[in-house]
């Protein structure tokens, strides 16, 4: 599957995104010896991605990386329109005239940005440390 992005698509072909156990092993193993003082892995509870997988127009997620003030990893998830755009307002709050709110901002970044309410963004996982799984094939 190609990498980089191609602007003649919207989003990358439909895979199932799925790696055997072994080749997770080895990605988490190689990321936990490369990065020893990285979180180690993180935990969001599943409504929280169910909210966010239930918005209207959401047909998949993307995730950025991220540092807070203090240096301290986050994952942010977000949802994604069938245009490969981020889905950062609610479809929901769309004026009744059908007009688009869209920021300058979001517009220069290809968001999506209809309507004045906030659209279901994750971060705040439960890092590991503290909040580690037992161990298992994908921490050992």
């Known amino acids: 599957m ?4 191609d ?6 072909p439909p895979s199932n995104h799925r790696v055997t156990l072994k080749q997770a092993a080895t990605l988490t193993r190689n990321y936990r010896e490369s990065i ?20 209207p ?4 997620v993307r995730y950025y990386h991220g540092l807070d003030s203090k240096g301290c990893y986050h994952l942010v998830l977000v949802g994604v329109d069938k245009e490969g755009r ?3 307002e609610s479809k929901r709050n769309r004026p009744r005239d059908g007009a688009k709110a869209i920021t300058q901002e979001s517009a220069a970044k290809g968001a999506l940005a209809i309507g004045t309410g906030s659209a279901v963004i994750l971060d705040n996982h439960y890092p590991c440390p503290p909040w580690c ?3 298992g094939p994908l921490n050992a």
């Open 2 to 5: 190609p990498r980089s992005y």
């Open 7 to 12: 602007r003649k698509r919207t989003l990358p």
């Open 36 to 55: 020893p003082a990285a979180d180690k892995t993180g935990f969001f509870h599943a409504q929280a991605v169910r909210d966010l997988l239930k918005q």
């Open 57 to 60: 127009g959401v047909v998949g």
């Open 86 to 88: 981020d889905i950062v």
């Open 133 to 135: 799984p037992p161990p």
